[in-house]
């Protein structure tokens, strides 16, 4: 065990945890945080998607001690159901989302890419988001959404 500290959504924490422990537990199972879903544990579906330091990793294979002194971001830390993000205002024009179960890596590797690339076409935004496995198939949709994002960021 080890005193581990990180913040979350700029909330400081400090955890008494298995370093090795993959981050993702560490957010559900301890810190009560359940936007990161479990979908593999095996870095393949991204279900499980936060940024660590504002670039997004896979936090199922990503071991608690890789945050130690960093920020991590959650897909809660987008916004708020009364200041929703503009990306959340989106994927709520377009009525992006089904289950929701793959939320957490469509928009934040789909923000992270349409922020640097924001004249992206249809075609490089779906291909962002090549590693990322919906299994209610709404992919074109996201990919609306995350056009409609990219005129906001020009804005
Ligand atoms: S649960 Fe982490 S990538 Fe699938
Ligand atoms: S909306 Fe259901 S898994 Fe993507």
């Known amino acids: 065990m080890a005193a581990i500290s990180f913040s979350v959504n700029g909330r400081p924490y400090n955890v008494d945890t298995d370093p090795d422990c993959p981050l993702l537990y560490v957010l559900n199972d301890e810190l009560g945080i359940s936007g990161p879903k479990f979908g593999c544990g095996l870095a ?11 670039q997004p990793i896979r ?5 608690v001690s890789e945050a130690a002194g960093l920020g991590v971001t959650t897909i809660e830390g987008l916004g708020t159901p009364e200041n929703p993000h503009p990306l959340q205002q989106a994927f709520i024009q377009e009525q992006a989302a ?16 349409v922020d ?10 779906l291909d962002a ?17 995350l056009q409609s994002y990219a005129k906001a960021v020009k804005a």
Not at 59 to 63: A, D, F, G, I, Q
Request: proline share 2%; glycine share 10%; with cysteine.
């Open 98 to 113: 089904q289950c929701g179960y793959c939320l957490s890596g469509i928009m934040l590797y789909g923000k992270t890419f």
């Open 129 to 145: 988001l090549s590693g990322l496995i919906c299994r209610c198939h709404a992919h074109n949709r996201m990919v609306r959404a």
């Open 44 to 54: 393949q579906c991204g279900a499980c998607t936060v940024l660590l330091d504002g």
């Open 116 to 125: 640097s690339n924001p004249n992206a076409t249809q075609e490089e935004i």
């Open 59 to 63: 936090s199922c294979t990503t071991v």
